[in-house]
């Protein structure tokens, strides 16, 4: 069995061969987390990407350039405008294809990745096994800074990829397939960290984020499927993922999409949002 759309990823070697390619925009995405009280402090990974990243890749400052830093909340969708100077800044227009990756970890390539698709950026891709699946290969990587000439893109926005806090509280009424991304401890509030105040959104079920990948590969088309299966969230007429703030759902949304669930929708300010009003209630402990 394969994935329903297995141009949504590549391979280091097939990334390889096409790097020859001027219309290709390849990029490192990556964001180093620090913890901080009642969730994480985020940086670019842009000093890592300076000490080596993979042969012509640029680097998209997500955490700042790709974000509404005005924000209460750390790496918050901006608005649609803002967004596609940031993506037209960094030389990506509408008629260019697009591999990202992360020196850190591979969730940063996949909130890239669903930006673009948000902006309307249908040839996007995800490198498989991400940076170390290239270095693994002896493939060539270099140090310092590389830029793309800025161009304009243009949007088509598709905003049913991310939902805000009102479309999470109508789907728990209505018995959305309602996903938490975050570690098992994390979910059930049963671990020392949490995100304000313990325990997940009522009704939610549990699917750390690391459960889909490994190694940084995703998993085999009929493991995911089965993974995704046991939580309803390939047959659900709309699936609705939240993590921490925005970032780790994005791959177990990532993984939907792989297997053709295209109706999903990212609640961007997740648990840093919903858990900083006292009023929205939280369930602690484990839900079937």
């Given at each position: 069995m394969s994935y329903v759309h297995p141009e949504f990823l590549i391979s280091a070697e097939d990334l390889a061969e096409q790097m020859?390619?001027?219309?290709?925009?390849?990029?490192?995405?990556?964001?180093?987390?620090?913890?901080s009280d009642g969730g994480y402090r985020s940086e670019p990974g842009h000093a890592d990407y300076l000490k080596h990243h993979i042969a012509g890749a640029g680097f998209i400052n997500l955490s700042e350039n790709w974000s509404d830093t005005t924000s209460v909340y750390s790496n918050t969708l901006p608005a649609i405008d803002a967004l596609c100077t940031a993506i037209g800044n960094d030389g990506i227009g509408n008629n260019n294809s697009v591999v990202l990756y992360s020196s850190s970890h591979l969730m940063w390539a996949t909130r890239a990745w669903w930006l673009l698709r948000y902006a309307g950026h249908g040839n996007v891709r995800v490198l498989n096994g991400n940076f170390n699946a290239w270095l693994s290969a002896g493939l060539p990587t270099k140090s310092g800074e590389e830029i793309y000439p800025p161009t304009v893109f243009t949007a088509s926005p598709r905003p049913e990829l991310f939902v805000d806090t009102d479309e999470v509280v109508q789907g728990m009424q209505d018995k959305i397939c309602t996903i938490n991304a975050l570690p098992s401890a994390v979910y059930e509030g049963t671990g020392d960290f949490y995100y304000g105040r313990k325990g997940h959104i009522p009704g939610s079920r549990s699917l750390?984020?690391?459960?889909?990948?490994?190694?940084?590969?995703?998993?085999?088309?009929?493991?995911?499927?089965?993974?995704?299966?046991?939580?309803?969230?390939?047959?659900?007429?709309?699936?609705l993922i939240y993590c921490g703030g925005g970032i780790a759902a994005t791959l177990d949304g990532f993984a939907c999409m792989l297997l053709g669930q295209q109706n999903v929708g990212v609640y961007d300010g997740s648990m840093s949002e919903w858990a900083a009003d006292p009023a929205r209630p939280l369930t602690v402990g484990s839900e079937a």
């Open positions: 020859s390619d001027p219309s290709l925009r390849v990029f490192d995405t990556s964001v180093v987390l620090h913890h750390p984020f690391a459960e889909v990948l490994r190694d940084e590969f995703f998993l085999p088309s009929g493991e995911l499927q089965q993974l995704l299966n046991a939580r309803r969230m390939l047959s659900a007429s709309r699936t």
